[in-house]
């Protein structure tokens, strides 16, 4: 499963990149002839995504003499690393219109520190720990019964977009325009959570999550303007586009006695849902470009992406064992911006 995901991605990427590369070499011998303008630019960015942290773990420290019993519970949540991603595109104008490709590709992983946790015994305040997990949970009432949780590698978080699109400059001065476009927008979305928990060499469980998108695509319509000062150009720009698709959810819990590294496994449960999907993506990004000779341009800017009511891993909630989960994610990152216009 591992390797067909990491399969899925490198796919997903490359897809954009041949794009652009095949449309490049054929404006490589177009270009001579003198019609019309080629812009190839090229943007890594640093990028962080927020709004889909979820609660994985709920751990419980029980004191029996309390009057009531005290319960100091903390949840444990997952992080989203930030990382870096890449964007390009590829435009060819002429007079006042131009078509257009750029891609937009991330992926990264989410994790938390491992979790470990023990009774204290007679000594200690400390009469019991539970690890709270999706329909299930771990209990400590002895100090060499040791509780742990932790992520496993393949806690993976990935997305790509690819638009092919027209522009029309609807307005233009001697130092500024405004432009919209219009065209067709493909994604991919794919979230996978892989989680282990249990009592020491004695008993524990392998969680399983993933929502795992197919191709999706939809209508993409958006404005754009520039202002122009000597060599350096301000310009900023707000699309909206709408991605239809289908999704995979799926929730898997494996119970094993022994340790987590040499499980024996007696009991599986698995549950999925296939779904029809329609995403909202609104995109707002600025720029500071300068102009270093007539062929290269260098500049900075910031970009973010909202995804809108994105389905997420099912199941992986302690306390809504079988809640379908809907998450609104925002991409957003400093942008690197290399353009070679010919």
Request: proline fraction near 4%.
């Amino acid at each position: 499963m591992h390797d067909l995901a990491r399969h899925r991605e490198v796919l997903g990427m490359a897809i954009p990149l041949a794009l652009l590369l095949a449309t490049a070499i054929g404006a490589g011998s177009l270009a001579h002839a003198g019609d019309g303008e080629w812009t190839v630019r090229l943007e890594p960015l640093y990028m962080q995504a927020s709004g889909n942290d979820p609660h994985v773990l709920t751990i419980h420290e029980l004191d029996a003499d309390g009057a009531p019993e005290a319960d100091d519970a903390r949840a444990i949540s997952l992080s989203t690393d930030s990382g870096l991603a890449y964007r390009g595109e590829l435009l060819y104008s002429r007079d006042r219109w131009g078509l257009g490709l750029d891609f937009l590709w991330f992926n990264s992983k989410q994790s938390v520190a491992d979790q470990a946790g023990a009774a204290e015994g007679p000594s200690g305040t400390i009469d019991e720990v539970v690890f709270e997990l999706p329909g299930q949970a771990f209990s400590s009432t002895d100090p060499s019964q040791v509780l742990y949780y932790r992520v496993l590698e393949d806690t993976e978080f990935a997305m790509w977009t690819a638009d092919l699109y027209a522009r029309r400059t609807l307005a233009e001065g001697s130092a500024s325009g405004i432009d919209v476009r219009f065209g067709l927008r493909c994604g991919d979305f794919d979230n996978d959570y892989r989680a282990v928990a249990g009592v020491g060499d004695v008993a524990g469980a392998r969680l399983d999550a993933s929502s795992n998108y197919g191709l999706m695509m939809g209508p993409l319509v958006g404005l754009s303007g520039e202002y122009r000062v000597g060599k350096s150009e301000l310009s900023g720009h707000l699309s909206q586009s709408v991605i239809f698709g289908d999704a995979q959810l799926t929730v898997g819990s494996s119970q094993y006695s022994g340790s987590a590294d040499a499980p024996s496994i007696y009991a599986v449960d698995t549950f999925r849902k296939d779904e029809d999907v329609a995403i909202p993506i609104t995109d707002l990004g600025i720029r500071w470009v300068y102009e270093v000779s007539s062929l290269l341009a260098l500049g900075v800017g910031l970009d973010s992406a909202v995804w809108w009511d994105v389905p997420v891993p099912p199941g992986i909630t302690p306390g809504q064992e079988g809640a379908l989960r809907e998450n609104t994610i925002v991409f957003s990152g400093a942008v690197a911006t290399l353009a070679l216009t010919f």
